[in-house]
């Protein structure tokens, strides 16, 4: 059977046997897949650098309806966020994003939303977005293409931000200078009822509000 070929946004790898990888990625037509990248910790790999966190790539890979896992050929880079690692705040922010895609999403369940809001993240902070406006619209969109954002119960000026953050995308928010204590309210709502849902503690989340 011939390779699918998928864009993806990588969101984890953990190592497997002596030499290999197993990826969980986000592809923008079928969902998070998980696979077995073949060697993929050894210098001279069919993946190079392309399997670092939340780089863009296109993913080679084969998928057989009867293994969960797929096998991984190879994988294209199409826009590594290397810059953004330089910047401890930044690089926080974008593992506290892959965490919760990992967690929230189920397998082989198309989200081509998760998958431009997941995009639209990375975009706005390579164009020096500030962290605390991502993670906040990335919370607050996240619980909502999940489904189960309940009524939000914060201050009126929280209120007063997520409705703009509900029509509004992340690029043309209203100019604000975003603190840690703007819309503080709303993220923690909704990190609550992320944790409830998947029924667990986010490991992320403690790092980013000690920032």
Excluded at 1 to 20: N, W
Excluded at 132 to 154: C, D, M, V
Excluded at 156 to 172: K, L, Q
Aim: charged content about 25%; glycine content about 4%; proline content about 3%.
């Amino acid at each position: 059977m011939p390779a699918k070929v998928s864009e993806a946004f990588v969101l984890r790898t953990y190592p497997f046997q002596e030499a290999d990888l197993v990826v969980s990625f986000l592809t923008r037509d079928q969902g998070k897949l998980r696979g077995v990248a073949k060697r993929a910790r050894r210098p001279k790999s069919n993946f190079g650098s392309g399997l670092e966190r939340l780089s863009h790539v296109r993913m080679s890979f084969d998928q057989r309806e009867t293994r969960e896992l797929v096998r991984l050929d190879s994988c294209e880079l199409v826009e590594s966020q290397f810059a953004l690692q330089s910047s401890y705040e930044a690089s926080l922010v974008l593992d506290y994003m892959a965490e919760l895609a990992e967690q929230l999403l189920p397998l082989s369940e198309p989200s081509e939303k998760y998958f431009r809001l997941l995009n639209s993240m990375l975009v706005y902070l390579r164009g020096g977005g500030q962290i605390w406006a991502a993670a906040t619209y990335y919370t607050l969109w996240a619980a909502r293409l999940s489904g189960f954002l309940p009524a939000l119960k914060i201050s009126r000026e929280s209120a007063e931000i997520a409705e703009e953050m509900f029509d509004t995308p992340i690029a043309n928010l209203t100019e604000r200078e975003w603190s840690k204590e703007t819309a503080r309210d709303l993220r923690r709502f909704c990190v609550r009822q992320i944790e409830m849902h998947v029924e667990r503690r986010l490991m992320t989340v403690g790092m980013l509000e000690a920032l």
